[in-house]
T-cell receptor
């Protein structure tokens, strides 16, 4: 079945940029999503990109999609301590199939 | 607009008991999905309901069941609880489901002793 892979941990210094990477296997992916989960909370939709796009920018967030390599990344500029959380990548396929999530990347921001 | 509401927030049960979790979707959303989140397995899809019908089902045993009411509210039930059922259960809603973007509730933390 479809699979989404992410590295488990990332540590950055406050003010630096963070880049969280994700790879997926489904070549028929339509949308790819980034979610953020803070401790004790549900998942919050951060941003998403349609599969025919290469890049999407939304304030401090930049999403890059390499469809050929099935690689997705989320760049957070000027990372703040409030960005410390778990970030999930998810992909959707054609038809009424549910989103498939990666295991999440825990981002730690060091002051 | 109110977000997705899950109740209760925390639950403690013992092995062999059963439990019912509730989810109220965002107004106007007709699809409700349920996910189980554990530290080791990440987010695993349980099932999705759309207009009171189960449209997708994950790879969980029959002890896990759900339903959706005409007002789109959903419940999930776990019978004969096992220690391994301890997890955060997340509900998410969307307008039409499938691969659409999901809006999540805060979850129900279930502990099975």
């Amino acid at each position: 079945g479809e699979d989404v892979e992410q590295s488990l941990f990332l540590s950055v210094r406050e003010g630096d940029s963070s880049v969280i990477n994700c790879t997926y296997t489904d070549s028929s992916s339509t949308y790819l999503y980034w979610y953020k989960q803070e401790p004790g909370a549900g998942l919050q939709l951060l941003t998403y990109i349609f599969s025919n796009m290469d890049m999407k920018q939304d304030q401090r967030l930049t999403v890059l999609l390499n469809k050929k390599d099935k690689h997705l990344s989320l760049r957070i500029a000027d990372t703040q301590t409030g960005d410390s959380a778990i970030y999930f990548c998810a992909e959707s396929s054609e038809g009424n199939t549910p989103l498939v999530f990666g295991k999440g990347t825990r981002l730690s921001v060091i002051a | 607009k109110a977000g997705v509401t899950q109740t209760p927030r925390y639950l403690i049960k013992t092995r062999g008991q059963q439990v019912t979790l509730s989810c109220s979707p965002i107004s106007g959303h007709r699809s409700v999905s349920w996910y189980q989140q554990t530290p080791g397995q990440g987010l695993q899809f349980l099932f999705e309901y759309f207009s009171e019908t189960q449209r997708n089902k994950g790879n969980f045993p029959g002890r896990f069941s759900g339903r959706q009411f005409s007002n789109s509210r959903s419940e999930m039930n776990v019978s004969t609880l096992e220690l391994g059922d301890s997890a955060l259960y997340l509900c998410a809603s969307s307008l039409a489901g499938g691969g659409e973007k999901l809006f999540f509730g805060s979850g129900t933390q279930l502990s099975v002793l």
